[in-house]
């Protein structure tokens, strides 16, 4: 059986007279997800997009609405000339500076038909684009952490070991938990899921677990964690008064906060309210968190008696003012003084994907070069639909001030806007500004159905590739199970055809062949590789065996140990060379919602400040059955589901006070939108929360434009920054209401009938 590579993990293909029947899990793997078992009965299924399809309003002169219109099914050759013409007319008439390229990525785990590098590649054939910067998953931290630690690329795969922790740890602390469900998944390729052995691990030798989350399941019960159901978006508040616990107690590494901390004299001040006539006391903290002070400073003096690593979660940045527990969770661990030191510290995202903690050979394998983008304007990442609607308005960013681009033209391949992005009722509005939106799509998500001109793309299984990646040591030649469905076809291909319409063919292919770049690729990786002394198989080798493993390092990875045993030898990057608690950079930008050291800001929404009409915090959490929105209309994806709908874990008292029962479908909502969803009832999410996963299509309802009859979350959800500095996602700040509705009469889920199409 021909093997494949996900993102989430590694398969066999079991193909039956020329359609996937089966994912067979890879042998080498302990833990295998059944997320890719999703894509049995997709490939061929009605969802599935078969030939280029143009929507009929943008034909007969942009009328209509995009979401709404039908479509034609048009030729290649047709639809080609179409893209070329409408980029080139765009391109003389108001520049490549209309043209936004979005590509969020997570198309393909190959490290060719790589989507981002494919569409940024051509368009920089073509004289550029407008790009976004930063990531939804945790724009806050991209942003404040090079201010405090002097990078965060460089760290972020690079956390302290598992194995350290197993070793030398004695206490982990999750702010935000530690989801398994999270570490599916891996960029680039997944061969082996490493995160449920570890934690197994870890509470086998001893290490206690503290899970500090409003949702009991963010840490696995096998470790016998102690739950804190904190109040969503407070961890700041929570962090400061441990802060204070351990200076009022003289608890805290002064030796360390000295040798290797700069501005820490600011931060005291702060703590001690002197200017703001607010002490930051665990009482303090008590009173926003919702938890008992004596729990806190109980806390605080635990961490402080044993080694502790202080694990921060991706999602504590994606809530107003996401920076702050990012800050702030630095400063703790610097207070503990334990950073650089076995088992200990800080770290970033535990379990939020399968590398993090995983001892890997520090690597670097060749990609598509994307050549160079002659376009300087850009957005960053989730600020798409202010772009749109406020074309020419100024925005801050990161201590610059800028304007947003005047955009007419929308080019998207790899990724769904409609998944990650908030408000989307008010992203549909924006979306519906450009003169033309071109994307590249497999099936008749929400992104196709909002698109004028819809190419037809293959997917993994119906292309030849290769997943390498420095996330994971398993290298795998990625086999064609089946034929190309319909008219699909490779972005590359496309990418060519159009350059050869364009006049740019040679600089996108430079004569290679799809098969020569993979050739390429493989063996300037091989050449990188064994200056470092790790040996790759030939090529054709590699091919003929299916997969290779790379060798694993015999060292344990301790995050900042070389900066701990000489800080003057190996300073940070940031302005001092040491852990800027303090950062004149970030105060000197003035930002009154963003402080020259980490600080305390109520959200706009938030259980400290909900009234009777949105009385319930909303969280939207990662999927444990999909990836994002990818395999939503798959069968592992609907098993999940109640009678069709996203599921919502509600408390058992918030559910008898609204007269709401186990797997009844309920409306939830708020001044932005509503949604219906499914009802599962318990005692494991704190009172006044409500969760529910990201990822299901939306569906709006035909007579309600702010309904989503699926359940997707980002209906509800605000589009506001989490500050001026990051302007990243802030999704976790939303409050809503629930209520019970009429049982037998509710409105059927569209979400997987395609658009009506017309012959062209």
Request: aromatic content about 10%.
């Amino acid at each position: 059986m021909p093997l494949t590579s996900t993102h989430w993990g590694t398969y066999y293909t079991e193909v039956r007279e020329g359609k996937l029947v089966g994912m067979q899990p890879f042998g080498q793997d302990a833990d295998p997800s059944d997320i890719g078992k999703g894509l049995v009965g997709t490939l061929d299924a009605p969802t599935r997009i078969t030939a280029p399809m143009v929507r009929k309003g943008w034909l007969d002169g942009r009328k209509g609405q995009r979401g709404k219109d039908s479509f034609v099914e048009v030729s290649w050759s047709d639809a080609l000339s179409l893209v070329a013409d409408e980029l080139s007319r765009i391109k003389v008439e108001k520049g490549n500076q209309s043209i936004f390229a979005g590509c969020y990525g997570w198309a393909s785990a190959g490290r060719f038909h790589h989507a981002q590098s494919q569409i940024h590649r051509f368009m920089n054939c073509i004289g550029g684009y407008v790009k976004s910067v930063n990531t939804y998953s945790f724009a806050a931290a991209e942003v404040i952490i090079p201010h405090v630690l002097g990078d965060f690329r460089g760290f972020i795969y690079d956390q302290t070991s598992w194995q350290s922790i197993c070793d030398d740890g004695g206490l982990f602390v999750g702010f935000g938990g530690l989801p398994l469900k999270n570490a599916q998944i891996n960029q680039g390729g997944t061969g082996g899921h490493v995160q449920k052995g570890f934690v197994a691990k870890a509470h086998r030798a001893g290490v206690e677990f503290v899970n500090i989350s409003p949702l009991a399941a963010d840490m696995p019960n096998t470790v016998k964690s102690d739950w804190l159901a904190i109040r969503p978006n407070t961890d700041t508040a929570l962090m400061l008064g441990l802060c204070y616990t351990l200076l009022d107690e003289g608890l805290q590494d002064s030796d360390f906060l000295d040798r290797y901390c700069t501005g820490f004299d600011v931060f005291a001040t702060y703590l001690h309210g002197t200017e703001d006539g607010c002490t930051k006391s665990a009482d303090w903290a008590a009173a926003i968190c919702g938890l008992p002070a004596d729990d806190i400073r109980n806390l605080a003096r635990r961490m402080a008696g044993t080694r502790t690593m202080i694990s921060l979660s991706w999602s504590l940045t994606r809530q107003a003012h996401g920076e702050q527990p990012m800050w702030a969770g630095i400063v703790l661990a610097a207070m503990l003084g334990q950073i650089g030191l076995p088992g200990g510290g800080i770290g970033i995202g535990y379990s939020a994907v399968n590398r993090v903690g995983y001892d890997l050979n520090r690597v670097s394998f060749a990609s598509v070069p994307q050549g160079i983008n002659a376009v300087k304007e850009f957005i960053p990442v989730a600020r798409i639909a202010d772009m749109l609607l406020q074309p020419g308005s100024p925005f801050d960013y990161n201590g610059g001030r800028f304007s947003y681009p005047d955009i007419q033209l929308i080019y998207w391949a790899g990724g769904n806007p409609f998944h990650h992005h908030q408000n989307l009722a008010r992203l549909i509005r924006a979306w519906q500004k450009p003169q033309t939106v071109i994307s590249h799509e497999w099936c008749w998500n929400a992104l196709a159905r909002h698109s004028d001109i819809v190419l037809p793309v293959t997917t993994p299984v119906e292309r030849r590739d290769i997943a390498m990646t420095p996330l994971d040591p398993y290298l795998v030649s990625m086999e064609p199970a089946i034929e190309p469905v319909g008219q699909a076809r490779d972005d590359y291909d496309i990418f060519a055809s159009l350059g050869q319409l364009m006049g740019v063919e040679e600089a996108f292919t430079e004569g290679r062949t799809s098969e020569d770049w993979q050739r390429w690729l493989y063996e300037l990786s091989q050449q990188r590789l064994s200056k470092s002394g790790v040996e790759l198989p030939a090529y054709t080798s590699f091919r003929e065996a299916g997969w290779h493993k790379l060798p694993l390092p015999d060292k344990q990875n301790i995050m900042f140990a070389d900066f701990r045993r000489d800080p003057d030898q190996y300073p940070l990057k940031t302005p001092s060379g040491k852990i800027e608690i303090f950062s004149s950079t970030v105060a000197g930008f003035a930002y009154d919602d963003c402080l020259g050291h980490p600080a305390w800001f109520a959200p706009p929404e938030w259980l400290g400040a909900a009234e009777d009409t949105y009385p319930l915090h909303l969280l939207s959490n990662q999927p444990r059955t999909k990836l994002h929105s990818q395999l939503d209309q798959g069968p592992v994806a609907a098993a999940a589901k109640i009678r069709g709908r996203e599921e919502v874990l509600m408390h058992k008292d918030d559910a008898a006070a609204r007269g709401i029962e186990e797997g009844d479908i309920i409306r939830l909502f708020n001044a932005r939108g509503a949604i219906y969803v499914g009802v599962r009832i318990t005692a494991q999410i704190r009172p006044g929360v409500v969760m529910v996963p990201t990822g299901a299509w939306l569906d709006l309802d035909k007579d309600d434009p702010e309904l989503c009859k699926h359940g997707n979350p980002n209906m509800l959800a605000p589009d506001r920054p989490t500050s001026k500095l990051a302007q990243g996602p802030a999704a976790h700040s939303c409050l809503v209401q629930a209520e019970a509705v009429d049982q037998t009469c509710l409105p059927e889920v569209t979400a997987f009938i395609p658009p009506v199409i017309e012959k062209g």
